[in-house]
């Protein structure tokens, strides 16, 4: 196990988890979701679900957890916009 790869690969997943936190908190008080695009946020969950089956089948707990926290923040955020915006 090479540490400074194992280092990196937490720092990317913290960075890439973590990216959306603050458009999120933004959404839940704020309520306004009429300029986030949802076929983005679809993709963008879609992606993550992706990579988390990825990470279970190659046992990387760094993609694990990482893709299933952006999924918890990217997923409040799709609900939201499911929810309040007006089509």
């Known amino acids: 196990m090479n540490i ?3 280092i990196l ?3 990317a ?3 890439t988890a973590v990216c959306f936190l603050p458009q999120t908190l933004k959404t839940i ?3 306004q979701v009429q300029n986030l695009s949802k076929a983005s ?3 963008y969950n879609l992606g993550l679900g992706c990579w988390l089956v990825y990470g279970i089948y190659l046992r990387s707990i760094q993609m694990v957890l990482f893709n299933f926290i ?9 609900y939201m916009i499911f929810k309040y915006q007006k089509n």
């Open 9 to 11: 690969g937490y720092l």
């Open 41 to 43: 946020y679809i993709i």
């Open 29 to 31: 008080r704020s309520k």
């Open 70 to 78: 952006g999924i918890i923040f990217g997923g409040i955020v799709l």
């Open 4 to 6: 400074g790869a194992e």
């Open 13 to 15: 997943g913290i960075c």
